[in-house]
């Protein structure tokens, strides 16, 4: 017997085990919002880690950034998300749920069963828009001028947001490299093809966020904005669809389980001229998991008009200059957590007993290793078990001591969270310095000297 997971059963474990909370749960929480717990950060810095390493330390042409969540409004003018980052929303009459219209089978509401009773569509914009500087319970002033606003300020008045004040949370990291990409240019001016990568937050006003962590309205994303001169960029966005296809391997998502969706024209982008879904097998269907998509010069354009700023590239060797073209690898840091999640449980059986366990990549698991005493009430295994894991702890870091109740449901413990060895210290130990070391997958023990153990996890 070897089985996948249900959604509930993964919702239950990444609550119980502290991977993912709810969102201020004890206020009831917030829809499209959660938390990271202790081993839900470990996972996810992990997963991050091995991205970094693949996409960015790895490359000599990749430009690592950090940009602001906050921009200046007119750069989501010139992107097009202020007029066309859209949904297309309809409203129950019955039950007011508002709901994705383009996520529905039928004409029947499905909070409350009613037929019949759903609106027209209408476009919803999903950016998140707020205000900077003093603007909350204040005078408005309307159409004063600059010196009347000055006037009320210096009197301890505050005047109400205006068009002026707003700005919004940014929906996706990839505008804030490019508005930068003059400032990387002028700093480093590096060859052509580079890239610019950034892991950070991003916020989307979902309709009606659902299936966990597939649809949030907080999340974090990982992009690439790659520059290219417009001849190469099939050779470029074909490596890198070879490249993502690896990491999703090394990450521990079957082959199997992942498939290329080709987006048609009609669905794709405003931006792009291609693009190639990744989707993921996730216990409540097949979905979107990344995307790579050829945005061509598309950005850099619009910010060049808008903004009136050059951003045409001057090649080193000479020749006329361009405006490079773009390719994008993206990925939500949620959608994958929950795939790597989803891929990694599994139910078997050991010993005529139904056993759960995530079968995570060693790279990807969150403890590499769990040292156990036999039996917490003998000093002498507790004194040899905090030892070894001193030396471990020092040699490998993410490890764990568990001395909690017997070693079977320790055992279980741990198969639980996807730490693939367990190392038990026992008598035999404080005579000839052995250990017991169990795998994860197959459940086999076998003695190992100490001095061997950290070569051996790692």
Same mark, same amino acid.
């Given at each position: 017997m070897n089985k996948k997971g249900s959604l509930e059963d993964i919702v239950s474990l990444a609550k119980r085990r502290g991977f993912i909370y709810p969102s201020s749960e004890i206020y009831g929480g917030l829809a499209g919002v959660f938390d990271y717990g202790p081993l839900g950060v470990r996972l996810k810095h992990n997963i991050q880690n091995l991205w970094?390493?693949?996409?960015?330390?790895?490359?000599?042409?990749?430009?690592?950034?950090?940009t602001a969540i906050l921009m200046n409004k007119k750069v989501w003018e010139a992107s097009g998300h202020a007029s066309g980052f859209n949904d297309p929303m309809v409203e129950c009459n019955n039950c007011k749920s508002r709901l994705r219209a383009d996520h529905l089978r039928s004409d029947k509401c499905p909070v409350c069963g009613k037929e019949g009773t759903l609106s027209e569509p209408?476009?919803?914009?999903?950016?998140?828009?707020?205000?900077?500087?003093?603007? =909350?319970? #204040?005078?408005?002033?309307? %159409?004063?001028?600059? $010196?009347?606003? @000055? !006037?009320?300020f210096s009197r301890g008045r505050v005047v109400n947001a205006t068009e002026a004040n707003t700005t919004y949370l940014r929906p996706e990291t990839a505008q804030g490299m490019f508005v930068n990409f003059k400032n990387v240019v002028d700093s480093f001016y590096p060859d052509m093809p580079f890239g610019m990568a950034q892991v950070g937050k991003a916020f989307r006003n979902e309709i009606s966020p659902r299936d966990f962590l597939f649809r949030l309205r907080e999340m974090e994303?990982?992009?690439?904005?790659?520059?290219?001169?417009p001849e190469l960029w099939q050779e470029k966005f074909n490596a890198f669809r070879d490249g993502m296809k690896k990491f999703f391997t090394m990450v521990g998502l079957p082959e199997?389980?992942?498939?290329?969706? =080709?987006? #048609?024209?009609?669905?794709? %982008?405003?931006?792009? $001229?291609?693009? @190639? !879904?990744?989707?993921?097998?996730?216990?409540?269907?097949?979905?979107?998991?990344?995307?790579?998509?050829?945005?061509?010069?598309?950005?850099?354009?619009?910010?060049?008009?808008?903004?009136g700023r050059s951003m045409v590239y001057m090649p080193k060797g000479g020749g006329a200059g361009f405006i490079p073209h773009v390719i994008e690898p993206s990925f939500g840091v949620e959608r994958l957590f929950l795939a790597v999640l989803s891929a990694a449980y599994t139910h078997d059986e050991v010993n005529g007993e139904e056993r759960m366990y995530l079968k995570l990549p060693k790279d990807v698991?969150?403890?590499?290793?769990?040292?156990?005493?036999?039996?917490k009430n003998k000093p002498e295994l507790i004194e040899k078990a905090n030892q070894v894991y001193d030396v471990l702890k020092k040699e490998i870091g993410e490890v764990m001591f568990d001395d909690n109740g017997n070693i079977g449901k320790r055992y279980r413990r741990q198969d639980e969270i996807g730490t693939p060895q367990t190392v038990t210290i026992d008598f035999q130990s404080l005579e000839d310095d052995t250990v017991t070391v169990r795998n994860r997958d197959t459940t086999e023990q076998k003695r190992m000297k100490i001095a061997e153990l950290a070569n051996s996890v790692n």
């Amino acid at each position: 017997m070897n089985k996948k997971g249900s959604l509930e059963d993964i919702v239950s474990l990444a609550k119980r085990r502290g991977f993912i909370y709810p969102s201020s749960e004890i206020y009831g929480g917030l829809a499209g919002v959660f938390d990271y717990g202790p081993l839900g950060v470990r996972l996810k810095h992990n997963i991050q880690n091995l991205w970094w390493s693949s996409f960015v330390s790895g490359w000599d042409d990749m430009y690592p950034m950090d940009t602001a969540i906050l921009m200046n409004k007119k750069v989501w003018e010139a992107s097009g998300h202020a007029s066309g980052f859209n949904d297309p929303m309809v409203e129950c009459n019955n039950c007011k749920s508002r709901l994705r219209a383009d996520h529905l089978r039928s004409d029947k509401c499905p909070v409350c069963g009613k037929e019949g009773t759903l609106s027209e569509p209408k476009q919803f914009n999903m950016m998140f828009k707020t205000t900077t500087g003093p603007v =909350e319970g #204040s005078t408005d002033l309307g %159409a004063n001028s600059p $010196a009347a606003i @000055i !006037d009320e300020f210096s009197r301890g008045r505050v005047v109400n947001a205006t068009e002026a004040n707003t700005t919004y949370l940014r929906p996706e990291t990839a505008q804030g490299m490019f508005v930068n990409f003059k400032n990387v240019v002028d700093s480093f001016y590096p060859d052509m093809p580079f890239g610019m990568a950034q892991v950070g937050k991003a916020f989307r006003n979902e309709i009606s966020p659902r299936d966990f962590l597939f649809r949030l309205r907080e999340m974090e994303q990982m992009e690439i904005e790659y520059f290219v001169a417009p001849e190469l960029w099939q050779e470029k966005f074909n490596a890198f669809r070879d490249g993502m296809k690896k990491f999703f391997t090394m990450v521990g998502l079957p082959e199997s389980m992942v498939h290329e969706l =080709e987006v #048609s024209e009609e669905d794709r %982008a405003h931006y792009s $001229a291609r693009t @190639i !879904d990744f989707e993921f097998e996730f216990p409540f269907g097949r979905k979107e998991l990344a995307g790579l998509a050829y945005r061509t010069d598309y950005d850099l354009k619009k910010h060049q008009e808008v903004s009136g700023r050059s951003m045409v590239y001057m090649p080193k060797g000479g020749g006329a200059g361009f405006i490079p073209h773009v390719i994008e690898p993206s990925f939500g840091v949620e959608r994958l957590f929950l795939a790597v999640l989803s891929a990694a449980y599994t139910h078997d059986e050991v010993n005529g007993e139904e056993r759960m366990y995530l079968k995570l990549p060693k790279d990807v698991a969150p403890i590499k290793v769990a040292v156990f005493p036999l039996l917490k009430n003998k000093p002498e295994l507790i004194e040899k078990a905090n030892q070894v894991y001193d030396v471990l702890k020092k040699e490998i870091g993410e490890v764990m001591f568990d001395d909690n109740g017997n070693i079977g449901k320790r055992y279980r413990r741990q198969d639980e969270i996807g730490t693939p060895q367990t190392v038990t210290i026992d008598f035999q130990s404080l005579e000839d310095d052995t250990v017991t070391v169990r795998n994860r997958d197959t459940t086999e023990q076998k003695r190992m000297k100490i001095a061997e153990l950290a070569n051996s996890v790692n």
